[in-house]
């Protein structure tokens, strides 16, 4: 075997070699990616529901009774009428510790509208300068409040201090969330497709 003949064969064997590595680099990393997913995602939500953000990462939001809440959706915390584990709206909210609003004596009680006041934004959402009361938001919310995800903010803070502690997020990560402490989890476009995942 001539000289360029060996070099050629031993390029050849260093290129088999790192396409080797590579392969088995890439391979890992498909297999290892997932993985970190799972052990970061908790740390980015310290002291959620572990068993309720499983679940929901699974997707059996079913979930073991008492461990996991779903929450309910934005459309029935600005109905006055709706029921929520055998509580009424408005009930539902004082639970929370909210008001729902100051029914006027003029509407129907089962509209939205005929109540004003209630609990801002601004109080359950420290320093956001919002004073619109929540259920306003909810019930006449612009389309900005839907697509800047605080119309989903609003219904996700009543779920988590209504489930008090089986709702996958806590207040205080509600609010993380809102101000950008606390990231969205891995595998969700947004904030509002995220929040769309944990109630029904």
Not at 74 to 95: H, K, L, Q, S
Not at 179 to 190: E, M, W
């Amino acid at each position: 075997m001539s000289n360029q003949e060996s070099q050629n064969q031993n390029k050849t064997t260093e290129e088999g070699g790192v396409d080797k590595k590579r392969r088995r680099f890439v391979a890992g990393a498909s297999i290892t990616a997932p993985i970190i997913l799972t052990l970061t995602s908790p740390s980015v939500f310290g002291g959620v529901n572990q068993a309720c953000y499983s679940q929901q990462m699974s997707g059996n939001v079913s979930g073991t009774p008492g461990s996991c809440s779903t929450g309910v959706s934005p459309g029935f915390w600005r109905n006055p009428v709706g029921t929520v584990e055998g509580v009424d709206t408005i009930d539902a909210w004082t639970t929370a510790g909210f008001v729902y609003g100051n029914y006027d004596n003029k509407g129907l009680k089962q509209r939205c509208a005929s109540y004003s006041e209630g609990t801002k934004f601004s109080e359950a959402f420290p320093g956001s300068g919002d004073n619109r009361p929540m259920r306003e938001i909810l019930c006449v919310g612009s389309q900005a409040d839907k697509s800047s995800g605080v119309w989903h903010l609003v219904a996700a803070m009543l779920n988590a201090k209504f489930f008090n502690g089986t709702y996958i997020l806590t207040p205080a990560q509600v609010i993380g969330i809102w101000n950008g402490s606390i990231s969205v989890p891995p595998g969700y476009a947004d904030l509002k497709t995220f929040l769309d995942s944990t109630w029904i």
